[in-house]
């Protein structure tokens, strides 16, 4: 089964300023997709940033964007120019392709989430 | 676009008693996920549905969890009996896409229920 690690259960970042976030994971599969997904407290999961396998270049999505290295799996998140709002717990994932009774279908794995705070 | 739709907001309820959790996903959208999500962990995933399907159910325990979506829309998660264990947020999902069509489509997500065990 596929794993996902975040190593860090809390990030600390100034205002303004770069922090990143790491995480890896464990397949034996070539195709497969990444995602950032950001969950503020007691507020709606969202999408941050995603990632396809087979594309050798990282994802931006205006001040959020990923190192993907594909041999290590590795999949960091970093965020420029933080944001009080930036301030959330924020989940990696993976989406696999399985089978099931002659289904395909993409099935999520979140890692353990990281908190990041966000100081004035 | 309405977003997901989860009902109620928060559960409170004894051991061993019954609830039912309450989903109404994206117009439109064929795939939906019920999440279990324990505090301070990552969602975990109870079943998924590809239309009123089932496609994937392998870590809802079946002797307490039970999951319908009838007509392929709507959908509900029932406990009974619930554990003191159960206390977590349940999460519903939904996505675009159909069976055996894999892509990069994003699950959206609900504000989820709260359900606390006493």
């Known amino acids: 089964a596929q794993t996902v690690t975040q190593s860090q259960p809390e990030m600390s970042v100034q205002e303004a300023e770069t922090v990143t976030l790491s995480c890896t994971y464990d397949?034996?599969?070539?195709?497969?997709?990444l995602f950032w997904y950001k969950q503020p407290p007691s507020r709606q999961m969202i999408l941050v940033i995603r990632q396809e396998a087979y594309k050798q270049q990282n994802a931006t999505e205006n001040r959020f964007s990923v190192n993907f290295q594909k041999a290590a799996k590795s999949f960091s998140l970093k965020i420029s120019d933080s944001q009080l709002g930036d301030a959330a717990m924020y989940f990696c994932a993976y989406r696999g392709l399985y089978n099931a009774g002659g289904t395909s279908y993409g099935k999520l794995t979140f890692g353990q989430g990281t908190i990041l705070t966000v100081h004035p | 676009e309405a977003g997901v739709a989860q009902s109620p907001r928060y559960k409170i309820i004894e051991k061993r008693q019954s609830v039912a959790f309450w989903c109404n996903p994206i117009s439109g959208h064929a795939t939906l996920y019920w999440y279990q999500q324990i505090l301070g962990q990552g969602p975990k995933l109870l079943i998924q549905f590809q239309n009123n399907g089932v496609v994937d159910d392998s870590q809802l325990p079946k002797d307490r969890f039970s999951a319908e979506r009838l007509k392929g829309v709507d959908s509900t998660l029932k406990i009974q009996p619930a554990k003191l264990e159960d206390s977590a947020v349940y999460l519903c999902?939904?996505?675009?896409?159909?069976?055996?069509?894999?892509?990069?489509?994003?699950?959206?997500f609900g504000d989820g229920t709260r359900l606390s065990i006493l």
């Open positions: 397949t034996s599969e070539s195709d497969y997709y």
């Open positions: 999902a939904s996505s675009s896409g159909r069976a055996g069509e894999y892509s990069n489509q994003p699950q959206h």
